[in-house]
């Protein structure tokens, strides 16, 4: 059966239609991946045979701005773990971005989850290349570099609660293509188990410092240089915390530690929130 995906903007859509009498609306229900029309009745809108959501059940869902409804065999639920954190999709005109407690973890900001991660890809990823991807979240950069010609892309995140939400997520689909290798774990754990010289780019995007220290240290930066091949590349996602010590801003620390770690190239990033670097 398929899976569809309502949220507060295509609940709207579905009640102005019925508002107007009109007997079909054409709305995404997968996420703005695509758009296709759908029947309408005066007791709500139709999906299918088995999936029929009520007014008061459309009306319910535009209050909740912040969340998507997954609909399927006739349920529906919303996309989101509660079982450690809270974990959930939110819309976006494009692609979803993930949020947990509260904090965003894409740049959203006048873009798009997708395409940020995208041109974070582009940061470091050519042609052929074998790509590390660590903190992986949602899978948007590991995609983005299969789409850039990576002839193999390594895909590392912890949180089972993330890996979850983005099996479910239509966007994240591709991470199922050759190409991409899943792994679920710590990336400063994992590395170390990693040989020398074995990748050509490295995605970092990690959480943020107060959640995991380690995966900003001069060691672990360290370990990405011993993995990356000579005139390898890195884009390290970093956020803006407003984190200041002594006039030297948390970026400037990053740059001081990637450059003892051994990279040269350090440059800020400003539009993406993150530094670029090479071995």
Same mark, same amino acid.
């Given at each position: 059966m398929p899976d569809y995906y309502l949220h507060s903007i295509n609940a709207r859509q579905a009640l102005d239609a019925i508002a107007k009498g009109l007997s079909c609306v054409r709305l995404s229900a997968d996420l703005n991946l695509s758009e296709r029309g759908f029947s309408l009745s005066d007791q709500g809108l139709v999906l299918d045979e088995d999936n029929r959501i009520s007014i008061d059940e459309l009306k319910r869902i535009v209050k909740k701005t912040q969340r998507i409804y997954l609909c399927r065999d006739g349920d529906m639920v919303p996309l989101e773990d509660r079982s450690s954190g809270y974990y959930k999709l939110v819309p976006t005109a494009g692609a979803p971005l993930l949020e947990i407690s509260g904090v965003k973890m894409h740049i959203s900001k006048g873009t798009d989850p997708f395409v940020s991660a995208s041109e974070m890809a582009q940061? *470091? %990823?050519?042609?052929?290349?074998? %790509?590390?991807? &660590? &903190?992986?979240?949602?899978?948007?950069?590991?995609? *983005?570099?299969l789409r850039l010609g990576a002839s193999e892309v390594l895909s590392i995140e912890l949180s089972r609660e993330v890996m979850g939400l983005r099996a479910q997520n239509p966007w994240s689909n591709d991470l199922a293509k050759e190409g991409i290798v899943q792994r679920q774990g710590s990336s400063f754990e994992l590395i170390g188990t990693m040989l020398s010289a074995s990748f050509d780019s490295v995605i970092h995007d990690p959480p943020r410092f107060s959640l995991a220290g380690e995966l900003y240290s001069e060691e672990f930066y360290r370990e990405i240089f011993r993995v990356l091949r000579r005139d390898g590349r890195i884009f390290h996602y970093t956020g803006n915390p407003h984190i200041v010590k002594k006039g030297s801003s948390f970026v400037d620390g990053v740059i001081r530690r990637l450059k003892a770690a051994g990279f040269r190239h350090v440059e800020k990033v400003e539009h993406l929130m993150g530094v670029s670097a090479q071995k």
């Open positions: 940061q *470091a %990823v050519r042609k052929g290349d074998k %790509v590390l991807d &660590c &903190c992986s979240g949602l899978g948007y950069a590991a995609i *983005a570099a």
